[in-house]
């Protein structure tokens, strides 16, 4: 299976959802009037797409509706995936990494598959023949450490780790050191996700932050955020979280590959004004691509 295929199947059932409601509004509705705008609005709501989100595209769609005079169902979507590409397809896509050496730092609460996704960008970077430095800063648990040991050995780069319980940040120091010594392109910084001790996770990304900046004030820096494409509203919750915490320059969604609440990240991305930099569909090391918001769109209508 191709690369968009694998959206398709799992954003399939969105797809289900979604163009299906909205077909079923289109049948019971004879004319398309505000009860059909309103019914319509209702659909992209319980797709997760937000509230305020979910206003806008039917406000869009309500002029355009007027000025183009659309009727058919098939323009009422065409229009539905053009408004929605525009909220998705902002500035940013690319992962910046000017400098030499970069810094990726991902961060994200439990499971939504942050080492996972680490392994996959090692990869892709190794493919475009850079060095690639990783740091096993999640100290919490010896378990992550091993497997983040496994998916640098598939990308080929080297891993700095301490035993377990160790200060995240001293971690991140040596693989600061480790990045100068071998003179590396990228260094990648795992982190655990406690989103349950608020204050204890502010202090770790704080001094993790702090330890970058003071060995690589010139580096850029890319702190992405992963987001587990299944959890639907509460990934909202998460933004909100880590928002208040740091700075995020990027998205990663995963598990689109088993999900039908990809409309989460329309809501996420239209509110926060962060763009979505891969997306993850499956477990394998190649089951990870570069954002592309028309496809992504098609692949839900
Ligand atoms: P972390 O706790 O954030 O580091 O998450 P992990 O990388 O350990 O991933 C948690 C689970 O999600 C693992 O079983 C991964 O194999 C799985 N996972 C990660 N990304 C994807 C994805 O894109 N698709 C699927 N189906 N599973 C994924
Ligand atoms: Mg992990």
């Not at 892709?124 to 919490?140: Q, S």
């Amino acid at each position: 299976m191709g690369f968009f295929d694998k959206l398709k199947s799992g954003l399939g059932k969105t797809k289900n959802s979604f163009g299906e409601k909205i077909s079923n509004v289109f049948n019971s509705f004879k004319k398309i009037d505000e009860n059909f705008l309103e019914e319509l609005e209702e659909v992209l709501i319980m797709s997760d797409i937000g509230m305020q989100t979910s206003v806008n595209i039917i406000s869009q769609l309500r002029q355009r509706i007027k000025k183009e005079h659309i009727e058919s169902e098939e323009e009422i979507k065409n229009v539905l995936r053009e408004e929605m590409e525009k909220i998705l397809d902002i500035e940013g896509k690319e992962l910046k990494l000017d400098t030499k050496p970069s810094v990726i730092l991902v961060i994200g609460v439990n499971g939504v598959g942050k080492t996972t996704s680490i392994g996959k960008i090692a990869n892709r970077l190794r493919m475009d023949h850079k060095k690639v430095v990783i740091a096993a800063a999640d100290t919490f648990r010896a378990a992550a450490v091993e497997q983040l040991e496994i998916w640098s050995e598939r990308a080929g780069a080297k891993m700095i780790k301490r035993e377990e319980g160790t200060d995240p940040a001293a971690v991140v120091y040596e693989a600061i050191q480790e990045t100068k010594k071998q003179e590396a392109d990228v260094l990648i910084c795992d982190t655990a996700g406690r989103l349950h001790n608020k204050k204890y996770l502010m202090d770790e990304l704080e001094k993790i932050k702090k330890v970058i900046d003071k060995e690589l004030p010139e580096a850029n820096k890319e702190i992405l955020l992963v987001i587990d494409g299944t959890t639907g509203q509460n990934a909202i919750e998460q933004v909100k979280a880590f928002k208040q915490v740091t700075e995020i320059t990027g998205l990663i969604l995963t598990k689109l590959d088993g999900t039908a609440k990809g409309g989460v990240v329309i809501g996420i991305v239209e509110e926060n004004k962060i763009p979505v930099k891969f997306i993850g569909v499956g477990e394998k090391i190649d089951d990870m691509e570069i954002f592309n918001a028309e496809d992504f769109v098609k692949a839900i209508i």
